[in-house]
């Protein structure tokens, strides 16, 4: 059974240009997050969907991050313009109210770098 | 606010047993989960608490009290593979399917 997807898992830009990062969650999974994480300020939730709706976003920065999850198998996370210190390791992490715990399940990360 | 206190490090010895301990908030809580983050890794499951007692699997446990707001993960027979950071995350039930992280306690595991 595969796993969160992200891609890419690297990603270096100069500090202006659009930055994308894609996620896949695990099949059947209705609830997707995307958190952000950095040693200043640990592990942070930016936004959260269930069945592909945005639920609470008040975790995102400001108005250049935006998230998308055009259907149940692939959201997106925007940064536009990027800046320095959007550098961190973002995970998207999903998870299921099936088994009632509603563990969630996190991806490989993206680590972002701009300069 | 609902801040999640957990202590920023600790050292333990090969072999030995350690326990990481973890302090909530209580007012609406709804589940209790540890997670496992070594370096460069994204966090990965361990255990899930959210009626009070000992959860056990394997060498790892989870102890949950709700009335105190606390909890601490048991890691015995420790090994140096289990140096790692070690999450304890809240869900509350006004805060819908989310979890509230702590800051992590990174665990050092000496020969």
């Known amino acids: 059974d595969a796993g969160v997807i992200q891609s890419p898992r690297h990603e270096v830009t100069e500090m202006g240009q659009e930055v994308t990062l894609r996620c896949k969650p695990i099949s059947g999974h209705n609830s997707l997050f995307w958190y952000r994480q950095t040693m200043m300020r640990g592990l942070e939730l930016l936004i959260y969907?269930?069945?592909?709706?945005?639920?609470?976003d008040s975790g995102m920065p400001e108005d250049r991050f935006s998230a998308k999850m055009p259907n149940a198998s692939f959201s997106t996370l925007k940064i536009q313009p990027s800046e320095p210190r959007d550098s961190a390791v973002y995970f998207c992490?999903?998870?299921?109210?099936?088994?009632?715990?509603?563990?969630?399940?996190f991806g490989p990360g993206t680590r972002l770098l701009v300069l | 606010g609902q801040n999640i206190d957990q202590p920023t490090e600790m050292t333990a010895t090969e072999g030995a047993i350690v326990q990481i301990n973890c302090t909530y908030q209580t007012s609406g809580f709804n589940g209790l989960f540890w997670y496992q983050q070594h370096a460069g890794e994204a966090p990965t499951f361990l255990s899930y608490n959210v009626l009070d007692g000992l959860e056990e699997k394997g060498r790892f446990s989870s102890f949950l009290s709700r009335s105190k707001g606390y909890s601490y993960l048991l890691l015995k027979e420790l090994q140096m593979k289990d140096s790692a950071s070690y999450l304890c995350a809240v869900r509350f039930y006004n805060q819908g399917g989310k979890l509230i992280f702590g800051q992590g306690t990174e665990l050092s595991v000496k020969p």
């Open positions: 992490a999903s998870s299921s109210p099936r088994t009632g715990k509603e563990t969630q399940y």
């Open positions: 969907f269930n069945n592909n709706v945005p639920i609470d």
